[in-house]
């Protein structure tokens, strides 16, 4: 066999290693992160709400309350809603949309950070301007998965 076949395979072999271990490595935030990210889509489809409207929506995951292990994630979602729009029909249509919540709950908003019992750590903060001739709530869902690539991110321990 000639040397320099050899050789090139012992470098090919690395580097795959190499790349599969770097994959292993990063797959499970990419993986809770895409989670996250489909918590964010259903709770904005509360959009369709006659009299609301969806100003940002933002996502936080990792160990947010309470002691042990798990990941555990909470998107919010700003909102505007005009005089008469009851909060619960808020809250119905953001939970037939976002399946991989347990909860969704609403939340009167005046700026500032959102303070929850959900969000022991962590922040979360909204920059849209907001003025007072409207009302605004957060509309948040929140829930926690264990799966395997779930309990192999770091952010849940």
């Known amino acids: 066999m000639n040397k320099g076949k050899a050789l090139k395979r012992v470098i090919l072999s690395i580097a795959a290693l190499a790349l599969v271990i770097v994959a292993l490595a990063v797959s499970p935030y990419v993986y809770d992160n895409v989670y996250l990210s489909g918590m964010e889509r259903g709770i904005s489809e509360v959009d369709d709400v006659d009299g609301v409207d969806v100003l940002e929506t933002k996502g936080i995951c990792g160990r947010l309350n309470g002691n042990g292990n798990g990941m555990q994630f909470l998107a919010a979602a700003l909102i505007k809603v005009d005089d008469g729009v009851d909060t619960e029909d808020i809250i119905e249509q953001a939970e037939a949309s976002c399946k991989p919540a347990s909860y969704c709950k609403v939340m009167e908003y005046d700026g500032g950070e959102l303070s929850c019992q959900e969000l022991e750590r962590g ?26 690539l779930s309990s192999l991110d770091i952010r849940g321990h």
């Not at 979360?124 to 264990?146: C, P, Q, R, V």
């Open 123 to 148: 922040r979360l903060a909204f920059e849209s301007e907001i003025d007072d001739t409207a009302s605004y709530y957060i509309l948040y869902a929140y829930g926690a998965k264990n799966s395997l």
